[in-house]
């Protein structure tokens, strides 16, 4: 019976894993967007997104970069 609980424990995990990247996911495609409109400050997409904003300005560099700005 504790191979079920085991089991059961370790796939209720990995299924919460899935929601936390998944969650992260959005939240980053969110931030995103909103730095491509250049509307919002990166500390207002923080705020916005629920992303720190170190991790926003990550995104913000991968956006200048793939357009050669800096």
């Given at each position: 019976?504790?191979?079920?609980a085991l089991i059961e424990t370790?796939?209720?995990?990995?299924?919460?894993?899935?929601?936390?990247?998944?969650?992260?996911e959005t939240k980053k495609e969110?931030?995103?967007?909103?730095?491509?409109?250049?509307?919002?400050?990166?500390?207002?997409?923080?705020?916005?997104?629920?992303?720190?904003?170190?991790?926003?300005?990550?995104?913000?560099?991968?956006?200048?970069?793939?357009?050669?700005?800096?």
């Amino acid at each position: 019976m504790m191979r079920g609980a085991l089991i059961e424990t370790s796939a209720r995990t990995i299924l919460n894993q899935g929601k936390s990247q998944g969650i992260s996911e959005t939240k980053k495609e969110t931030a995103l967007r909103m730095l491509k409109r250049g509307k919002l400050t990166i500390e207002e997409i923080a705020e916005d997104s629920g992303l720190s904003v170190a991790e926003v300005e990550q995104l913000a560099g991968g956006i200048r970069s793939s357009f050669g700005t800096n």
